[in-house]
């Protein structure tokens, strides 16, 4: 892209009103990143690090081979007992806490954190993480920040004077046009506030969804999938795209490409075969938008994966999954 800075909203342009080469170059990039993908080192336009506090990008809108913007995935470290500088911005972000313990600063308000959390960044909010414990905490952070960028809601920074102060008035409370009743909604999900429930996509832990109206997240839907050794989750069609982060165990997936057939309506073509992605522990899977995708635990071990969607697709009119196939496990306990 011939880029100086940092990228906060990739462009699309093209020749022709049809983008199905702009479809195809993106379906043609590798979709499993593990450690040794490192698409941005934090170094250029970004406020939040310290020095000793260390952030790293594993997908974004700047990557070149280009994934998706409509979820980032990055990574936060803090060593034992450090902070990072902190700042604020307009987009929500929401962290799941991989190892280690610390508590955040919200808005000058402590919320507390430990391993298998997620903590959620709201809207408009100034914050800084902190690890005053013995041992080495990090975080996989994911955001829809391009979502707020392309709707121009850009002001961020470091706390600070406002520029050109004596053109504008005094202080007020910049609260008064959030949704009602956010500030009582919930800024950590923890184990305890969730449970494990049979689906047909598998065993899945529900951390943030439209229906979870206690949780002060509105752009970012997280679950946790728990597929058994030698078993294998629903197969699924949706058409928001999707990031999967393997928490433990490995395995392997199964994508199906849905092309568009347009005649007098749209219809859906599913590719005969899949293609296949190898996961392990550490990895990212991404699923293209419009896919049809099964998980599969076949090293030997569960697998466990964390999903993270952009939320803005069900407002969109996508909210339906539709599922081809269901989870052995749901499957049997729905014949006993």
């Known amino acids: 892209?011939?880029?100086?800075?940092?990228?906060?909203?990739?462009?699309?342009?093209?020749?022709t009103y049809g983008l199905g080469e702009f479809r195809r170059q993106q379906l043609a990039v590798k979709r499993v990143r593990d450690d040794s993908v490192v698409v941005d080192d934090a170094k250029v336009a970004h406020s939040g690090d310290s020095e000793k506090s260390r952030t790293w990008w594993r997908v974004g809108p700047g990557d070149e081979e280009f994934l998706?913007?409509?979820?980032?995935?990055?990574?936060?470290?803090?060593?034992?007992?450090?902070?990072?500088?902190?700042?604020?911005h307009q987009n929500e972000a929401a962290f799941y806490i991989l190892q280690g313990r610390g508590y955040e600063i919200h808005d000058d308000q402590r919320y507390d954190w430990t391993k298998d959390d997620l903590v959620f960044v709201h809207t408009d909010s100034v914050h800084r993480h902190f690890n005053p414990y013995d041992e080495t905490a990090t975080a996989l952070v994911v955001k829809a920040k391009s979502t707020w960028m392309f709707m121009g809601?850009?002001?961020?920074?470091?706390?600070?004077?406002?520029?050109?102060?004596?053109?504008?008035?005094?202080?007020?409370?910049?609260?008064?046009?959030?949704?009602p009743g956010v500030l009582d909604r919930k800024k950590v999900i923890g184990v305890g506030d969730t449970t494990w429930e049979d689906t047909p996509l598998g065993r899945v832990r529900v951390m943030s969804?439209?229906?979870?109206?206690?949780?002060?997240?509105?752009?970012?839907d997280a679950f946790e999938l728990d597929i058994p050794a030698g078993?294998?989750?629903?197969?699924?069609?949706?058409?928001?795209?999707?990031?999967?982060?393997?928490?433990?165990?490995?395995?392997?997936?199964?994508?199906?490409?849905?092309?568009a057939e347009i005649a007098e309506k749209y219809y859906a073509r599913i590719a005969?075969?899949?293609?296949?992605?190898?996961?392990?522990?550490?990895?990212?899977?991404?699923?293209?938008?419009?896919h049809v995708c099964q998980l599969f635990a076949y090293d030997g071990t569960p697998l466990r994966v964390l999903s993270a969607q952009n939320r803005v697709f069900k407002h969109l009119g996508y909210d339906t999954v539709h599922f081809m196939e269901d989870a052995p496990e749901y499957e049997a306990a729905q014949n006993a």
Not at 1 to 15: I, N, P, W
Not at 68 to 88: A, D, K, M, R, W
Not at 165 to 174: Q, S
Not at 233 to 258: H, N, P, R, T
């Open 68 to 88: 998706t913007q409509t979820i980032q995935v990055h990574f936060v470290e803090l060593p034992p007992q450090s902070s990072n500088h902190g700042h604020g």
């Open 272 to 290: 005969k075969e899949p293609t296949r992605h190898e996961i392990t522990k550490g990895d990212t899977l991404y699923v293209p938008q419009n």
């Open 231 to 259: 078993s294998r989750s629903g197969k699924y069609w949706k058409m928001a795209d999707e990031v999967f982060y393997v928490l433990d165990g490995g395995g392997y997936a199964l994508q199906w490409e849905v092309e």
């Open 209 to 220: 969804s439209p229906e979870r109206t206690d949780a002060r997240i509105f752009s970012i």
């Open 1 to 15: 892209m011939g880029k100086k800075g940092r990228v906060f909203v990739r462009g699309l342009t093209s020749e």
């Open 153 to 179: 809601l850009l002001q961020q920074g470091r706390s600070g004077p406002v520029e050109r102060e004596v053109e504008f008035g005094p202080r007020e409370d910049w609260s008064r046009i959030w949704t």
